[in-house]
């Protein structure tokens, strides 16, 4: 099993970062946000779904593999961890985030402190009706979603409307797409906004510690 890590100086926990469905965990927005992470004090690993390993050994495209595969995998990646005390969170960019926060709502989950989704996929592009959420309130602990405001799989219009949890708690970036991109015309970059969801992600496991 293929392991990147990004070790944080005196870490606050470690977060096991999974990629969206596209993107390997190696991708510009991956390589980024664990480095922004790292820099803020949080240790991350990331890992490759079966399918997406299979695209990087093979060169060429694989569909996701089915939920159930995924969950296990992710399994597989908590239960392969080295033992270094550290808190263990769970998360991921789009897909990934879903995967986490599924398996944080699985009454057998491993031990785990909380959930970091980096844009979350609320529902399709276009389908604001067929959401993503009926798991969320079986979660068994705290999460953070990082949400562009422009992001297609879920604006803060449609977002305000589906109830959510109190064990979850929204931020959102000015500007930003689902990859974290601001318009041209705001004055920011992708990287202002990457640093923002690190800082918040940061800020928001430290607080969960310390009221531990």
Request: glycine content about 8%.
């Amino acid at each position: 099993m293929d392991l990147l890590w990004n070790c944080a100086e005196q870490p606050a926990a470690l977060l096991v970062l999974a990629h969206g469905a596209g993107a390997p965990m190696d991708s510009d927005f991956m390589n980024a946000m664990a480095e922004a992470l790292a820099d803020r004090g949080i240790s991350v690993v990331r890992f490759e779904f079966p399918y997406m390993a299979r695209r990087r050994q093979e060169q060429r495209k694989f569909p996701p593999n089915r939920a159930p595969q995924l969950l296990a995998h992710f399994r597989d990646v908590l239960a392969a961890l080295p033992d270094d005390n550290l808190p263990i969170w769970i998360g991921g960019k789009s897909m990934g985030g879903r995967m986490a926060s599924l398996l944080a709502a699985e009454t057998d989950c491993p031990p785990i402190h909380g959930v970091v989704a980096l844009g979350y996929p609320f529902h399709p592009p276009g389908k604001p009706e067929k959401t993503r959420t009926e798991h969320l309130p079986h979660l068994a602990v705290p999460m953070l979603i990082c949400q562009g405001e422009r992001d297609p799989f879920g604006k803060p219009q449609e977002v305000t409307n589906y109830g959510l949890p109190q064990a979850i708690s929204l931020h959102w970036l000015p500007h930003g797409d689902h990859d974290f991109r601001p318009l041209k015309r705001s004055g920011l970059e992708q990287t202002d906004l990457i640093g923002d969801a690190a800082v918040r992600a940061a800020l928001f496991i430290r607080e969960i510690r310390a009221a531990q």
